[in-house]
């Protein structure tokens, strides 16, 4: 997971190389909006995921975290004498620190690497990223995060001062310090202008299916609710999908028929978390642009999940956050085959607007593609055309782009009525009928 040596930030090689020994740190304030024990629950699986044993559990209850230390002196005195029995290498906390928390807690834990919990995350991030968008997007984001940590790096050189006696004003450690800066700066700019490049790309793939008329879905919800395997169930895209926190982070685009034979897109994104580091946010920008420019958001949640309302709320949080709270969306409860028969009840009477599948067993699949096409409807007109035969690329489009009601072959062509897309239905404008049958006058 991470070095116990203080480089920042680790390689995903040398994360999948290691296995940690961890002891978790939590503190409880009044004002938090998860409970502690789901809170350091979730933290578990984070540490489990990145490759780390949890050897023990601390939480102590503050009404403000510690401006030096983040927990208290005498806490973290106690996390220094678990940390040495346990053989722990590792200590993590569950919220953000400073750099200054993060430095004294160093030095009142001596031999053990301190993380919070966006190091964590960026470090399981760096574990899962596979496209070069998704590993610019994660390098971007720790070198963002490692910035202003860097002095805690080169401390011990600062304080030996190589060469320098008292009074001397720069030293090795200095020099070091402000060429790791200048470079992490330059990496920093070039990392942003290669992700410019495939924002740019991405932007032109979204213009041509608006272009065509398909409407766009996209699969949003917490990490680990499923949606992977749900993007599978719907359209055998043999996309990774496992039972671990961010198994995947790139976004994937399939076309999904929906039952009466109109086509849309449906695209999968990365999984949110409670307590998302806002620097993940932005360096994935380019990917959650995806769900911004959809039609339609599934909102994926796990229905066995004890705490899904506060999943539900932190990924509404991040929709927000990404001014995608304002697309239509439509809540799909998963994993349905891991819940009783009262459960689905409470849901259902609950959320009667939801939709409650399997993805696993394919349980309520159906169910789940006619609400889909419900929805897509709504952005529709319906229209009878007469398309003559010598135009059988109209008769595809209309099969391909919108929902076809009924279909009849006549001495002067195909007769369809039709619900198409709003953005594509002028183009069978000219093969409109009247309301009396005949072709509408020029």
């Given at each position: 997971?991470c070095?116990r040596?203080r480089n ?7 994360i999948?190389?290691r296995?940690d ?5 939590g503190v409880?304030r009044a004002s938090a909006?998860?409970p502690?024990?789901e809170?350091?629950?979730e933290?578990?699986r984070?540490?489990?995921t990145a490759?780390a044993?949890?050897?023990d559990?601390?939480t ?7 401006p030096?230390?983040f ?8 996390v220094a004498?678990?940390a ?6 590792v ?6 620190l ?6 004294n807690?160093e030095?009142?834990?001596p ?6 919990r966006?190091?964590?995350i ?6 899962h990223?596979?496209?070069?968008e ?10 963002e995060?490692?910035?202003p ?8 050189l600062?304080r ?5 006696g008292?009074g ?6 200095e ?8 470079l992490?700066r330059k990496?920093i700019?070039?990392?942003?202008r290669d992700?410019a ?7 032109l793939q979204?213009?041509?299916?608006a272009r065509?008329?398909l409407?766009?879905v996209?699969?949003v919800?917490y ?5 992977s ?6 359209t055998?895209a043999q ?8 198994a995947?982070?790139d ?5 999904l028929?929906?039952?009466e ?9 990365v999984?949110f ?10 360096a994935?920008?380019?990917t ?7 039609d339609?958001?599934?909102h994926v949640?796990d ?6 309302d506060a ?7 991040v929709l927000h ?7 239509r969306q439509?809540?799909?409860?998963n ?5 009783g028969?009262e459960?689905r009840?409470l849901?259902a009477r609950?959320?009667p607007a939801?939709?409650l599948v ?6 309520g ?7 889909v096409?419900?929805?897509a409807?709504?952005d ?6 007469l398309?003559p035969y010598?135009?059988g690329e109209?008769?595809k489009?209309?099969?391909e782009r ?6 009849t072959h006549t ?6 009525m ?14 409109a009928l009247?309301?009396?049958?005949s072709?509408?006058?020029?």
């Open positions: 997971m070095a040596e920042y930030p680790s390689t995903a090689e040398e999948a190389n296995r020994r961890a002891v978790l740190v409880d909006q998860w502690i024990e809170s350091m629950a933290l578990e984070l540490a489990h490759g044993e949890v050897v559990t601390l102590q209850r503050l009404d403000k975290p510690n030096r230390t927990i208290g002196a005498g806490k973290a005195e106690e004498h678990i040495r029995d346990s053989g722990a290498n200590v993590i906390i569950d919220d953000d400073t750099p200054t928390q993060q430095a807690l030095d009142i834990i031999d053990t690497k301190v993380l919070d966006t190091q964590l960026l470090d399981i991030f760096a574990l990223a596979a496209s070069r998704g590993k610019l997007q994660v390098e971007l984001a720790q070198l995060y490692m910035l940590r860097l002095r805690g790096m080169w401390g011990h600062v030996e001062r190589l060469g320098g008292r001397a004003r720069f030293g090795a450690g020099s070091q310090l402000e060429t790791d800066r200048r992490a990496r700019r070039d990392l942003k992700l490049s495939v924002a740019r790309e991405r932007e979204r213009k041509q299916r065509s008329g409407f766009r996209s699969l919800g990490t680990n609710a499923g949606k395997t749900l993007l599978n169930a719907l055998a996309v990774l999908s496992a039972d671990m926190l961010f995947t982070l976004s994937t685009t399939r076309r028929a929906l039952p034979g109109r086509g849309v897109t449906l695209t999968d994104t999984g978390i409670h307590k998302l580091p806002h620097g993940l946010v932005e994935f920008k380019s959650l642009d995806e769900v911004s420019a959809s339609l958001l599934l949640t229905a066995s999940a004890s705490h899904r999943q539900m709320q932190a990924v509404r949080e956050e990404i001014d995608a709270h304002r697309t439509l809540v799909v409860f994993k349905l085959d891991l819940i028969q459960e009840a849901l609950r959320h939801a939709v399997s993805a696993q067993t394919g349980e699949i159906d169910s789940l593609l006619r609400r096409a419900e929805e409807a709504r529709s007109v319906t229209l009878t055309v398309v010598t135009r109209i008769v489009l209309a099969h919108a929902q076809v009601l009924s279909e001495p002067h062509g195909t007769r369809m039709l619900r198409a897309p709003t953005e594509i239905a002028d183009t069978f404008d000219d093969f009247s309301e009396e049958g072709a509408v006058d020029e």
